[in-house]
């Protein structure tokens, strides 16, 4: 049985007040708070075994590789990659589509097409930009529909041999669409394009299978998964990583290096240059454990019933629109009331202990799709709770009141 304020307990951050209200945090689509066992294991680190990895034959080395290296395992069983050395650690989602991006100017020439979706984020955007005017590619987008889905009907028409890769999110932050990706993947793959999903709004909600969505890439970062920020994780199939070039140069994604020639080291290593964040690496495995241990069912499950809920109760709010209403979506919410700027109501109802992001939620185009500056979103995490809604609702009541 999911017992949320259980779960509650094990947050401390969550028992604070912010400007004297009991703090509610409604922003998880930026970044997730913290459990007890995750802050705990980055003490741990730092106080039993700190030290480098995979260069010293002295104990505490080897003790920190070995941590490092079964979150690496953990990653895998998690995501069900076929090989751990397909699991590369990054610093995010963003570096892992940089990653990918850059590498591919290798596979992709003048005339061809890379696609993206009108519901990506900046980060799925603007590396895909630099590719093209590397390569001179062109850059084709998939557009959506006033629910905020992907127009599949278009997406169709837009493939074919010229497509090379086409990167989407699984989730979109701003709308929080589900976006049909199993279709997608597999079409895209009958013309031969590659597919890299950016999982970093869906691998808080659900546990993405690699090998049966058969993706090429899927990428996130551990701040959205209740772990530390400075990691994230790139899957990539192994046929794909080891075509790719290495990104950057340095210590660790060597085989030999002398002056006139430098090979590089295996998978995963060729990609993991430079000592990288240890200790968050390793407590990303602590933290997909415990989303694991709350079971992903479970989550989903909860979260769509504060979906539901809070939806019902906003739309009771005169002049309220919702921006996102697929049948299909994840636990945000995207609103404006009309004649206020998004702006305001959150920073009224700040004042009032809740905390929604308020903006364009780095997702321009999507903005530009429904000719506004931004909105105001509210995201839900399994912690979240109806009264939280309930003071959620009646701060925004108590703003739209202040302001018109
Ligand atoms: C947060 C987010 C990103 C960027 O993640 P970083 O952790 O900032 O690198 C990319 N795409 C989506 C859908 C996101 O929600």
Redesign the pocket.
């Known amino acids: 049985m999911f017992d949320v304020q259980k779960v509650r307990a094990q947050f401390p951050i969550l028992s604070q007040t912010v400007n004297g209200k009991p703090l509610v945090y409604f922003d998880n689509?930026?970044t997730t708070q913290k459990p007890e066992v995750v802050i705990d294991a980055i003490a741990q680190y730092y106080t039993e075994f700190n030290a480098n990895i995979h260069r010293g034959v002295h104990t505490l080395s080897q003790l920190a590789t070995d941590a490092y290296e079964q979150a690496r395992n953990t990653i895998q069983n998690h995501l069900n990659a076929k090989y751990n050395h397909e699991i590369i650690f990054t610093?995010?989602?963003?570096?892992g589509?940089n990653l990918v991006a850059n590498g591919f100017a290798k596979f992709v020439k003048e005339g061809d097409e890379v696609m993206v979706s009108a519901l990506?984020?900046h980060?799925?955007i603007v590396p895909w930009q630099f590719l093209c005017e590397k390569t001179g590619a062109k850059l084709v987008v998939i557009p959506m529909n006033e629910q905020g889905e992907l127009r599949m009907d278009k997406f169709e028409k837009l493939l074919s041999s010229k497509t090379k890769i086409v990167a989407v999110?699984h989730?979109?932050?701003a709308l929080g669409t589900i976006n049909p990706i199993k279709q997608i993947i597999d079409k895209a793959h009958k013309v031969g394009a590659a597919v890299l999903i950016?999982g970093?709004?869906a691998t808080p909600h659900l546990r993405p299978d690699v090998q049966e969505l058969d993706c090429d890439f899927y990428v996130f970062?551990g701040?959205?998964v209740c772990g530390p920020?400075g990691v994230?994780i790139l899957y990539g199939k192994e046929n794909w990583l080891n075509a790719l070039p290495p990104y950057q140069g340095g210590g660790e994604m060597i085989k030999e290096v002398t002056f006139e020639k430098t090979t590089y080291a295996e998978l995963p290593h060729k990609f993991e240059a430079g000592t990288p964040n240890i200790e968050a690496g390793i407590v990303l495995g602590t933290a997909i454990d415990y989303l694991n241990g709350i079971g992903f069912d479970n989550i989903a499950k909860y979260e769509q019933e504060l979906l539901d809920y809070a939806t019902r109760k906003l739309l009771e709010i005169d002049g309220l629109k919702i921006y996102g209403t697929s049948e299909n979506k994840a636990s945000v919410i995207s609103f404006n009331i009309e004649g206020i700027h998004p702006y305001d109501i959150g920073t009224i109802i700040d004042k009032l202990g809740v905390a929604v992001r308020t903006g364009h939620h780095?997702a321009q185009p999507i903005m530009q799709y429904f000719d506004i500056p931004g909105t105001i979103r509210a995201s839900f995490a399994f912690y979240n709770t109806r009264e939280e809604i309930d003071i959620f609702v009646e701060a925004v009541k108590k703003a739209q009141m202040m302001l018109t």
């Open positions: 689509g930026a610093s995010g989602t963003t570096a589509i990506e984020h980060s799925n999110n989730i979109s932050n950016d970093a709004q970062s701040h959205k920020t994230g780095c």
